[in-house]
């Protein structure tokens, strides 16, 4: 087959969705690899190390959309609103972070040109889908750089000092869901010397926080259906939200970094974090609210803005991944790669929908338009950073 692997064309995303590496081991393979000129130079990869890996490097876009029987991409259809519309062909494959919750004008103009559309982002959280994961791969980037984000702002250091000059005490850092992305940001911020202290509506995950040293905020509010079967966070009520919001209070108020997490796909994030509760804490603090791509769980939050409410400052970003964008694409390009593994057997690349992955991923197939997330009832939460972001985890992307 031929892969192609198109320049992203999102005004902020500088990774790439293959990595020379990963496109040698298709070559080798037997397939043919096709990219834009210049696609990888915002992860620092060169045309020329994609013809050192075997790749036909095109100067012209739209001759890779023309010539691939499976377009690889980062971000496209919902997951790029703001961007130009993709010259898909008949009979194509897609896979990417497809932004799969408002797209319906677009799998329509895919269903007519028999397009087979994979969103990324529903890759289901199983054992065997695990190296496929995108949104866990990007939430763990996000929530690494969350941190560093927080102690460049935070005009005092993150760690204990015992100097001549007298002792500086370590910062008070709270975390907000317990994650891939909440779980990053509590290992990197305890690296850095922080006092860390974490909360998540899953009283389970109580033994992964202690476990990366921080302390586990206990609260009193009832949690029986606080974790689907796959154990991530469910969304809950607003009364709910009311009574963590009481509780959460003195602990923001006491923290000079405050990073949340709880998004849901294809709804607004809850508000956990009101401007009074803001209000509370001393001036220079800073918050990170990675769920800024759906409106925030901060109150002041504006996505890919930094606000200041009283002397705090409240960063949303909405794709810290591609800070990281070298990293971010390697980690991109395994998962992708590993996604089109699945689907080649001895005789091509078949699309088995009685297969998990594939059902819960393929948004338009044969002519039709499938929405594996609304046929499932998914009213859950779930991780970019992830790219791609429920309450145990953003996700980014």
């Given at each position: 087959?031929?892969?192609?692997?198109?320049?992203?064309?999102?005004e902020?995303?500088t990774?790439?969705a293959l990595?020379?590496?990963?496109?040698?081991?298709?070559?080798?393979?037997?397939?043919?690899?096709?990219?834009?000129?210049?696609?990888?130079e915002?992860?620092?990869?060169?045309?020329?190390?994609?013809?050192?890996?075997?790749?036909?490097?095109?100067?012209?876009?739209?001759?890779?959309f023309?010539?691939?029987?499976?377009?690889?991409?980062?971000?496209?259809?919902?997951?790029?609103?703001?961007?130009?519309?993709?010259?898909?062909?008949?009979?194509?494959?897609?896979?990417?972070?497809l932004?799969?919750?408002?797209?319906?004008?677009?799998?329509?103009?895919?269903?007519?040109?028999?397009?087979?559309?994979?969103?990324?982002?529903?890759?289901?959280?199983?054992?065997?889908?695990?190296?496929?994961?995108?949104?866990?791969?990007?939430?763990n980037?996000?929530?690494?750089?969350?941190?560093?984000v927080?102690?460049?702002?935070?005009?005092?250091?993150?760690?204990?000092?015992?100097?001549?000059?007298?002792?500086?005490?370590?910062?008070d850092?709270?975390?907000?869901?317990?994650?891939?992305?909440g779980?990053?940001?509590?290992?990197?911020a305890?690296?850095?010397?922080?006092?860390?202290?974490?909360?998540?509506?899953r009283?389970?995950?109580?033994?992964?926080?202690?476990?990366?040293?921080?302390?586990?905020?206990?609260?009193?509010?009832?949690?029986?259906?606080?974790?689907?079967?796959?154990?991530?966070?469910?969304?809950?009520?607003e009364?709910?939200?009311?009574?963590?919001?009481?509780?959460?209070?003195r602990?923001?108020?006491d923290?000079?970094?405050?990073?949340?997490?709880?998004?849901?796909p294809?709804?607004p994030s809850?508000?956990?974090?009101?401007?009074?509760?803001?209000?509370?804490?001393?001036?220079?603090?800073?918050?990170?609210?990675l769920?800024?791509?759906?409106?925030g769980?901060?109150?002041?939050?504006?996505?890919?803005?930094?606000?200041?409410h009283?002397?705090?400052?409240?960063?949303g970003?909405?794709?810290?991944?591609?800070?990281v964008?070298?990293?971010?694409?390697?980690?991109f390009?395994?998962?992708?790669?590993?996604?089109?593994?699945?689907?080649?057997?001895?005789?091509?690349?078949?699309?088995?929908?009685d297969?998990?992955?594939?059902?819960?991923?393929?948004?338009?197939?044969?002519?039709?338009?499938?929405?594996?997330h609304?046929?499932?009832?998914?009213?859950?939460?779930?991780?970019?950073?992830?790219?791609?972001?429920?309450?145990?985890?953003?996700?980014?992307?």
């Amino acid at each position: 087959m031929i892969v192609g692997v198109p320049d992203e064309t999102a005004e902020d995303e500088t990774r790439v969705a293959l990595v020379p590496p990963v496109a040698e081991r298709l070559t080798k393979q037997g397939h043919e690899v096709c990219v834009a000129a210049g696609a990888g130079e915002g992860s620092d990869w060169a045309d020329g190390d994609y013809l050192d890996a075997g790749c036909d490097v095109l100067h012209d876009r739209a001759e890779v959309f023309e010539r691939a029987d499976v377009v690889l991409q980062v971000r496209g259809l919902g997951a790029n609103p703001d961007g130009p519309a993709d010259p898909y062909r008949e009979g194509q494959v897609v896979v990417g972070m497809l932004g799969p919750y408002d797209v319906d004008d677009e799998l329509e103009a895919l269903a007519d040109r028999n397009v087979s559309a994979f969103a990324l982002e529903l890759v289901p959280r199983i054992s065997r889908a695990q190296s496929m994961d995108v949104l866990s791969s990007m939430a763990n980037i996000g929530g690494y750089k969350s941190v560093l984000v927080a102690a460049e702002a935070l005009p005092r250091l993150f760690p204990l000092m015992m100097t001549a000059a007298g002792t500086v005490h370590p910062a008070d850092v709270f975390v907000v869901g317990a994650g891939v992305a909440g779980l990053q940001a509590i290992a990197t911020a305890n690296r850095l010397g922080a006092s860390v202290r974490a909360y998540d509506i899953r009283p389970e995950v109580k033994e992964q926080v202690e476990s990366l040293g921080a302390e586990f905020v206990e609260m009193d509010l009832s949690t029986d259906d606080a974790a689907d079967d796959q154990g991530r966070a469910r969304e809950q009520d607003e009364e709910f939200y009311e009574q963590q919001r009481k509780m959460m209070t003195r602990v923001v108020a006491d923290s000079d970094v405050v990073i949340t997490t709880a998004a849901i796909p294809g709804r607004p994030s809850p508000e956990l974090v009101t401007s009074e509760m803001i209000s509370g804490m001393e001036s220079g603090a800073v918050i990170v609210d990675l769920a800024a791509e759906g409106g925030g769980n901060c109150e002041p939050t504006v996505a890919d803005e930094v606000v200041e409410h009283e002397g705090v400052t409240i960063f949303g970003p909405t794709n810290l991944p591609a800070t990281v964008p070298h990293t971010a694409s390697e980690l991109f390009s395994n998962n992708a790669n590993n996604f089109l593994s699945h689907l080649l057997t001895d005789d091509g690349l078949v699309i088995d929908t009685d297969d998990e992955i594939v059902d819960s991923t393929l948004l338009t197939h044969n002519g039709t338009i499938r929405r594996p997330h609304e046929e499932s009832g998914d009213d859950e939460t779930a991780d970019e950073d992830d790219a791609a972001d429920e309450e145990a985890e953003a996700d980014d992307d």
